[in-house]
């Protein structure tokens, strides 16, 4: 096994466990104060501390095994991480209320955990305590010029802290100084998600036998390589693409036609009626999201009786979920719905989740790997609630239609540009007021549409993309000319926060 990463609560942890794999090593989360057993259990080559918002002197500040400290495996420590590793060895760690946040440069470096990176080197900090004195027999490998134990080794040269975040952007080596740690400690670095598609077609084998399975496609890439997976394991599986009326223009078709040529055994429920009858006269967006989950559940239910049973429902839930979750509890709900998550008990589905230990861009790799075509692949997301949340108030069928059709006009325009891989989300929203315009002699009201689009990361946080001006006049001379419904067009230029990405 690869690294084992031990979570002090750092907001970056999931960083670092993202960036080893990316290096080729694979890792994992755990719990910072995780017994040795059980981190011995993962058999790591290498753990890494993470960074965290106590202070070592704190009563109850969270702290590793012992038993890990003498065991001999190379530990990387970052930030809090570091601190911790100073302080269980007998150096000293002084409490400040002064915080060191920002960007900084090491005036010095040397040894292994720098090898290659001569000359001046950015670092990003975020810390308040500070190493003033080493464990006997440790060297301090780095300083910056507020931070004279920037980074420090210890006699064995197998252990090492940094109190910097190698693991963050703004540090623009970190990816380096990962790397060279991985090189000391000997982890090897093969994995590669295009080489684990075998492994997982082999677990799924083993975990479902011939049993049948079932999954609900939503068109995301995590549904579609999931039925994709169980295809080619050669699973019995059944996969309900539910209908609500809320999609986007073309998505059907095109989620049915990259899947049943695949071997998926795909099927298209239709409840465009359903939905919209059940939402009809509602204006309150988190109304609409309850009743667009009830119904969901309900058809989802009604296809489990159908054409049951089903020992196994599968789901597409990644490691960030899995994370999120065990340390969040409250925020696993936020998410149940979008993933046919909150099935009810008595369908008394056993879950296989086969990507948990998986980001999203190694779903990306492992949907390449199974033949799933770009357009689903590296598709924007969209929310499990669809048109519903873009078209503010009431939904009614005429307003479906004149929304589809503007935002396929502009996710068109943007991939004729080249700018949709640019975007992390681009969409329309429809505001249902009428303002004036005037077309030839006559005055005329229509819709307005306001275009939404971002950047970001993870979607927790976003700015709004600064998409070229002539762009933006092409996409609204387009929609008004293409959608005679709409009058006015307006671009978003809000970030998150204090907005959000969607507009309910
Ligand atoms: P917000 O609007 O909260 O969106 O900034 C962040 C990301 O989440 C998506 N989103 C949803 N996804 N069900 C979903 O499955 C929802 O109810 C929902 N609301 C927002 C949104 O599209 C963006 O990617």
Redesign the pocket.
Known sequence: MGVVVLDFGSQYTLLIARRLRELGAFSIILPGTTPWEEIQAHRPHAVVLSGGPASVHDPDAPRPDPRLLSSGIPILGICYGMQLLVHLFGGEVARSDRREYGRADLVRHEGPLFRGLEGELGVWMSHSDAVVSLPRGWKAIAATQECPIAAVADPTGRIFGVQFHPEVVHTPKGKEILRNFLEIAGVARNWRPAEIVSSLIEKVKKEVGRERVLLGVSGGVDSCTLALLLAKAGVEHLAVFVDHGLLREGEREEVVQALRPLGVNLRVVEAQKRFLSALRGVTDPEEK?KIIGREFIRVFEEVAWEEGPFPYLAQGTLYPDVIESAGNPGAATI?T???VGGLPEELGFELIEPFRELFKDEVREVARVLGLPDEIRLRH?????GLA?RILGEITEERLQVLRRADAIFIQALREAGLYRDVW?AFCVLIPLRTVGVVGDTRRYGYVVALRAVTSVD??T?DWARLPQEFLDQVARRITRQVPEVGRVVYDITS?PPA???WE
């Open positions: 999201r998410k719905h979008h993933n997301p969209f929310p499990g609630p949340v989300q979607g927790m976003a998150k959000t990405i969607e």
